[in-house]
Structure formats: structure tokens, C-alpha cells
């Protein structure tokens, strides 16, 4: 049995949904399982670590998927636009965000990194798999009568 069981889909689309929406129950599964894991060991400072990463990463992840979705339609340009600009507010934003994150010690550090660290490979690895295991057609296929003949316009 192939492991990596092809499904034909016909609209471009739709990989990109399918990986967003694997993306998104594999970090909620990752979150639950950081958070049985970190709060044991590192108590309340452990959760928000776990919560923190998770969130962080994900979020920051699952925006470039979402521009691209945003963007199919329109031109290779403007879809390169929107992904190097959320790329750019991303970078801004991650920057802020740790700035402020830094002083405070409401989390463990160890583990914001560690649960980020994860959370990344997790949402890589599963988007990864969804576009390998997709077979989307580059072209459109003449249309054809039901005996098999092209039908010309």
C-alpha cells in the first residue's frame, strides 16, 4: 500500500484548503499534547509557553497559506505581492511581538521555544504532504463525447 495515497483534485484550490485545513487540526493536536506535556513539568509558566508557541507559529505559518488562497485568482505578480508582503508585516510583527514577550515572565521560555520550534515542523511537514499527496492536472483536457472523440469549438 503507497503511503502517500494521490488524490486527483480539480481545482488548485482545493490542495491549498485541504493543507490549511490539516495545518490547523495538526498544531490543535500539537497544542493539546505540548500542553499535557508542559504543564506538568513546568506548571502554569509551561502552559502559557506551549499556548504562546503554538499560537505564534501557527498563526504566522497559516497567513502565508491564506495569501496565497487570497491571491489565485489574480495575477503571478500580484500573488508574489501578497505573499512577500505578509511576509514583511509577518517579520515586523514576530519582531514586536517577542519584543514585548521579552520582559515579562508570565511563560517559560524554554518551552515557547521549544513548542514553536515544533509547531513549525508540524505545519511544514503536514502542508508539505498535502501538496505531495494532491495530483492537480497542469492543463485542462479537451472536452470529449462520451465514445472518447475531442469536441472542437
Known amino acids: 500500500m503507497n503511503p502517500l495515497k ?26 493539546v499534547v505540548a500542553v499535557a506535556v508542559a504543564w506538568p513539568v513546568a506548571g502554569t509558566p509551561g502552559l502559557w509557553g506551549a499556548v504562546l508557541g503554538a499560537g505564534i507559529a501557527g498563526v504566522f505559518l497559516l497567513i502565508t497559506t491564506i495569501a496565497v488562497l487570497a491571491t489565485m485568482k489574480a ?24 519584543l514585548a ?3 515579562l515572565d508570565f511563560y517559560s521560555k524554554p518551552t515557547l521555544f521549544i513548542v514553536t ?4 515542523v ?16 497542469y492543463v485542462e483536457p479537451a472536452p470529449r463525447t ?4 475531442q469536441i472542437e469549438d
Not at 23 to 30: E, I, N, R, T, Y
Not at 117 to 120: K, T, V
Not at 146 to 149: D, V
Open 75 to 98: 495575477s503571478p505578480a500580484a500573488t508574489l505581492g501578497a505573499v512577500m508582503g505578509s511576509w514583511l508585516v509577518k517579520m515586523v510583527a514576530i519582531f514586536v511581538v517577542l
Open 6 to 31: 494521490q488524490t486527483v483534485v480539480a481545482n488548485p484550490s482545493d490542495v491549498l484548503r485541504r493543507a490549511l485545513v490539516q495545518s490547523a487540526v495538526m498544531l490543535g493536536a500539537l497544542v
Open 122 to 137: 508540524v505545519v511544514l511537514v503536514t502542508e508539505s504532504l498535502a501538496v505531495i499527496k494532491s495530483k492537480a492536472p
Open 117 to 120: 520550534a515544533l509547531s513549525i
Open 146 to 149: 462520451p465514445s472518447g472523440q
Open 101 to 103: 514577550l521579552r520582559p
